[in-house]
């Protein structure tokens, strides 16, 4: 077997699959990436099934297998509470967010038809009369299923690099 | 109504319009960012419809609705001799600019068939034997018209978080 | 002539190529980042044509057409040498490593079907415990040629506008 057989191995679905799946992924993904820059957060629960899981954690523990994270909700009910004690609570300071991607990994699909793939994200923040940073950098480590002709999220992994402020983290990504 | 209902409630185009026009932006925008990473400022007025508008506006500005921005042409002729003023008369310090774009978000399709979509950029900018840094972050705010197998900006509107050094804009992003 | 039918000219393929090849393209280039990203650099030379060329320059050397690089690899050979050299004899800070892509730019199909394509790059890097940093922003400049259902890398060359540690350049962008 020549070395170019090892294009697409050793990991990742079938190029055919990936070309299908890639478009609804980034579809998906700009949209909530938009709801997430708008501040929109009353309608973040909804990208996810409704027994959707959501987790914030740093790469060294999930290198480590650790399962604590900065972010823990399971299903609609812990999302929907968590946007509310958002809502209700805090006081930033005037911010702008931008969330960049790149990459859709498309790396299989298992026997349920559940859809696992990887997306590089970036999320910039520019404080009012400030310079713009990298707020968080890391991947989204997902787990889709069909809804309709779109996906939903049965699991969303944000596995973070490095972030700026680590306590202030209670707005999701 | 299940939660899981609202996934691209209250705002997007539907999937379908959605997935048919994301590679025709995506496409058009590589071409864009092409021709400004390039330098090839003579080009750039090609991108719009002959009535096209491009503006440049703080996000500050923009929620407020004010309409005063660092940049405003209107038609082919001022995007023209906006193009002719900045080669005529620029002296630069030797930099080299790259667009980062990220996730297209369709909004909508009006009943002229004006296409509405938003985009995230970053405008890295390195100077020689410098560091590179984020010149200027923000959002496209596009109209799409078609045009043969292709599409053309009826109006962008760069809604920009921060900049780097304000005075220097007088390149288009 | 107007205006608005330089769209596409003077530089890029056609829209119904670009439309084409773009989503191959960006599905190689997903899988690459994601190997490399992963530190899988064993997987590296198999993105690689048995004869495929890999290099590295700055961008004030490109436009001045010197053919010195940082890096040069020619043919499997050569790309299996420098992964076994940067695996057998580096040792790093503990650092992740993040692909950020954008803008695949179809420039054009040559006589004998091989495609050129440009895509700007940033590969974000993260010491434990520190700051996220753009490492290195370029674009790859690249030549494809068709492999079964999918592409294999004729040529690439990355071309930087800046790198934060000149010296720290071993590992393959």
Redesign the interface.
């Known amino acids: 077997m ?11 679905a079938s ?2 699959d ?2 299908a799946l ?3 992924i ?2 998906f ?3 909530y ?2 709801t997430l ?1 708008r501040g ?1 957060l009353e ?1 973040w ?6 027994h959707g899981r959501y987790r914030i954690t740093a ?2 523990n999930a290198l480590a297998g650790l399962p604590i994270g900065l972010i823990y909700c399971d299903g ?1 009910g812990m999302l ?1 509470d968590r946007v509310r004690a958002i809502l209700q609570t805090t006081t930033f300071a005037p911010r ?1 967010l ?9 790396k299989s699909i298992d026997a349920e038809g559940v859809i696992h793939a ?1 997306t ?1 994200y ?1 999320v ?1 923040q ?1 404080l ?1 009369e ?5 707020l ?4 989204y480590v997902d787990q889709f299923i069909r ?4 996906l ?1 999220l049965k699991d969303r992994l944000c596995v973070y ?2 972030i ?1 402020v680590p306590n202030s983290i209670i707005y999701p990504v």
Do not use: C
């Open positions: 020549s070395a170019a057989q090892h294009i697409h191995a050793p990991e990742g190029v055919a990936s070309l890639r478009p609804l980034e579809d993904n700009a949209r990436a938009y820059d929109n309608d629960p909804g990208y996810f099934a409704e790469r060294e609609h929907n702008y931008s969330h960049m991607l790149s990459g859709v990994f498309v990887i590089n970036m910039l520019t009012v400030g310079e713009t940073r990298i968080q950098s890391g991947e809804h309709g002709d779109s939903l690099d490095s700026m």
